[in-house]
């Protein structure tokens, strides 16, 4: 069983920035995406960053230039540095690894539990 724990968010001013992280743990073997996702008050979750074991990386239009996304692989810890914050910024943000995990090696796909990013105008 792989668990993944967020820290980062908070309250910010427009135009500041924050980092946030998601450090995954267990039995992993391997891990192949690591991803940022974000989920407005009434809206769907949508993809923020991905990144793919390869250095791949897909951002959404809305947070380029702006959002960068890392990985620490020794830590097995990704990254999201997001500058020039604005309002419609303001979601509850989860990441996503996807790999191989457990004793006799299983696919997995796993969520963090969420950090609340609150950007004011």
């Known amino acids: 069983q792989v668990q993944l724990v967020e820290s980062g968010g908070g309250l910010v001013q427009a135009g500041g920035s924050l980092r946030l992280s998601c450090a995954a743990s267990g039995s992993i073997f391997s891990i192949n995406l690591m991803g940022w996702y974000r989920q407005a008050p009434g809206k769907q979750r949508e993809l923020v960053a991905s990144?793919?074991?390869?250095?791949?990386?897909n951002y959404a239009d809305s947070v380029k230039g702006r959002f960068t996304i890392s990985r620490d692989n020794a830590k097995n810890t990704v990254y999201l540095q997001m500058n020039s914050l604005k309002p419609e910024d303001t979601a509850a943000y989860f990441c996503n690894v996807r790999g191989v995990a457990g004793g006799i090696p299983t696919l997995f796909a796993s969520w963090g539990q969420g950090t609340q990013v609150t950007v004011s105008s």
């Open positions: 990144l793919t074991s390869s250095g791949s990386t």
